[in-house]
């Protein structure tokens, strides 16, 4: 079948969008609380320091085979997730993952431990004593009632790594010290890597004390429009400055390699668990710790150049209730149209949930799908009503119109 096949509907500029508002779940699934979808349960597991030992990965290669999807999908948030699994089925993959220690005690917990890690971290550069220290203060007591998507960045590399990431607090290097400010703003307080969690609970504390947190909701630059920072946190300029991450080749770390969509079959997994640890980065790849080879595994994306690197979606129409269309075919189907300098995301709904920042959108609505050249899924759609056609017309007019664009 040819891919324009699999988008029937005929290009029509004159329909206005007629796509039903995509329900807000305003909470991200975990393990202990797993969220239903599609194509059944959504798994999602959060490995501690986002890094899989060997044992591990065999493991959890082995559970995606026995009970979910075999393929497992790498998150933006750096974790994993199983889909497709049955209630049935629940039970023995929960005591599955508790054996493999990808578990926390509590569902709570697990919510709360929203750390995103550069996976280029280092033992000696702060990052396990902060994530250890921060992973305490989280599951104690008398932790903050923190919204589902707050989260914390531990981004201590040289220069950051991860201020596109979605994070709430961020703590970034600044010489032997380490930074500790609010999300959305461009000073913070300047501590000791000792004293760094704890000014990172201060912060998460004031942001629930300020009324961050509104029907369990909330993120902190919201609030920082409408509350002003404690004078602690406003006392140091955040560097300007910032790293690109390597989307695959060598790193110092090992080699980094990425996959179509963040889709990785257990299979695959299998094989590199044998090959070395694993850290699972947000840019839905992994780096092979320790590893300066690339292994010749087909599905892996190992050249800088691969235009499937330019391309993300969701997981769209039919595994997820919301979509209102197929995703994967036609981002698939566009990636080898996209000039060199372009990027595309195909979301299956307005919400947009597996990319912000490409330069081509298309949303799926009721109605073909909308195109958003230079916006989000949320933009006002420069065309409506396409189909895989419509949108391959429309690239080769901007080839020709505006060949550098
Ligand atoms: S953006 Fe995609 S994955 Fe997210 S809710 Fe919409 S269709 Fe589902």
Not at 293 to 306: H, K, N, R, S, V
């Amino acid at each position: 079948m040819r891919v324009t096949d699999a988008f029937p509907l005929v290009q029509s500029h004159l329909s206005p969008s007629t796509a039903s508002e995509p329900r807000i779940q305003g909470w991200c699934p975990g393990a202990l609380r797993p969220m239903p979808s599609g194509d059944g349960l959504v798994v999602r597991v959060r490995p501690t320091l986002g890094r899989l030992t060997p044992l591990q990965a065999q493991g959890l290669a082995g559970l995606a085979q026995q009970f979910t999807s075999p393929v497992l999908e790498l998150t933006s948030r750096a974790n994993l997730q199983l889909r497709g699994v049955c209630p049935d089925s629940y039970p023995a993959l929960i005591n599955g993952l508790r054996g493999l220690g990808l578990l926390d005690e509590h569902a709570d917990v697990e919510a709360r431990r929203n750390l995103l890690l550069s996976p280029f971290w280092t033992d000696s550069d702060g990052t396990p004593a902060i994530c250890e220290a921060l992973t305490l203060a989280l599951a104690a007591p008398d932790a903050p009632t923190l919204p589902s998507k707050f989260g914390f960045a531990i981004d201590l590399g040289p220069q950051p790594l991860l201020r596109a990431g979605s994070a709430d607090i961020r703590l970034e290097r600044m010489g032997d010290q380490v930074l500790v400010y609010a999300d959305g703003a461009n000073t913070g307080a300047c501590v000791e890597p000792a004293q760094a969690a704890q000014t990172a609970m201060e912060l998460a504390r004031w942001f629930v004390a300020s009324g961050g947190v509104v029907n369990g909701r909330g993120r902190m630059a919201s609030l920082l429009q409408r509350q002003a920072l404690p004078a602690k946190f406003t006392s140091t300029p955040a560097p300007k400055a910032t790293a690109q991450a390597p989307t695959v080749g060598p790193s110092a770390t090992g080699m980094v390699v990425s996959l179509e969509f963040g889709q990785l079959p257990a299979e695959t997994l299998h094989q590199l668990a044998a090959l070395a640890p694993l850290r699972v980065t947000p840019w839905r790849g992994l780096v092979l710790e320790g590893l300066h080879t690339t292994p010749a595994l087909p599905e892996l994306i190992t050249q800088p150049g691969d235009a499937r690197l330019r391309v993300m979606a969701c997981t769209g129409a039919p595994g997820c209730t919301q979509a209102l269309g197929p995703t994967r075919a036609l981002a698939r189907f566009l990636a080898p149209l996209l000039p060199a300098c372009r990027t595309a995301h195909v979301s299956g709904c307005t919400k947009g949930c597996a990319h912000h920042g490409a330069t081509l959108t298309l949303v799926a609505s009721d109605a073909g799908y909308h195109l958003i050249d230079h916006g989000t899924a949320q933009s006002l759609p420069d065309a409506t009503g396409l189909d895989a056609a419509g949108i391959a017309a429309y690239l080769e007019q901007q080839r020709l119109h505006a060949p550098y664009v």
